[in-house]
């Protein structure tokens, strides 16, 4: 039980890091320059770490008394939500015109690098949504030590992520400029969220059985 909560986790926080945007080409372009690469990764990955601890901890917190009786709806939106997001990626797969552009001026000295980071990371709405709400209400369908295995899971995700993104720069950097790399990975993604969006509506009492 443990193992399969952990690997949920991991699956939806990589699903959800692995969308195109501006923090993932800072990681990607201070990786290519070679300039202050361990800062960036575990600053961007422990940001991500508190956020999700907080969504597994304090959304579960706040709600567990309060509206507990309303959980078979707060299963239902979040199976709606990953089913949109699903969605979403499935749309931009069959566009396939995204690709991390990594021409962005350079970040040289460690404060502006700690500032852009922060910038990029907490001045992003969809971090809060991605971290806090939706790993949030997904860990409802979890509990006790399984919980925090989830939340262990989705913070592993995000520290595998930055550090391959960031060390293996010069290998991923052609990969991830090309919007096919992109097709491939979105519709994985969408598929992952379609199966996580699943497991929801099922936790919710939405499919029956």
């Given amino acids: 039980m443990l193992l399969s909560a952990y690997g949920t986790g991991f699956a939806l926080g990589l699903s959800l890091i692995l969308a ?6 800072f990681v990607l372009r201070q990786g290519l320059l070679r300039q202050h690469v361990l800062l960036v990764v575990l600053f961007c990955a422990s940001a991500d770490m ?21 959980l078979s709806v707060l299963f239902g939106l979040a199976a709606l939500w990953l089913a949109g997001y699903g969605v979403m990626r499935l749309s931009s797969a069959i566009r396939a015109s995204g690709a991390i552009n990594t021409d962005a001026p350079a970040v040289s000295t460690v404060t502006a690098v700690l500032t852009t980071a922060a910038m990029l990371t907490f001045g992003n709405p969809h971090v809060y949504l991605d971290t806090v709400v939706l790993i949030g209400a997904v860990s409802l369908s979890f509990h006790g030590l399984s919980k925090w295995a989830y939340g262990a899971g989705a ?8 550090f391959l993104l960031g060390y293996g720069a010069s290998l991923l950097a052609p990969i991830m400029q090309r919007p096919n790399a992109w097709r491939v990975l979105d519709t994985l993604i969408a598929l992952v969220m379609f199966a996580l969006a699943l497991g929801m509506a099922e936790a919710g009492g939405w499919l029956g059985g």
């Fill in 50 to 70: 508190i956020l999700i601890l907080a969504g597994v901890a304090g959304l579960s917190l706040l709600i567990a008394d309060a509206v507990s009786q309303y």
């Fill in 20 to 25: 195109i945007g501006a923090q993932n080409a």
């Fill in 155 to 162: 913070a592993t995700a995000s520290f595998a992520f930055f």
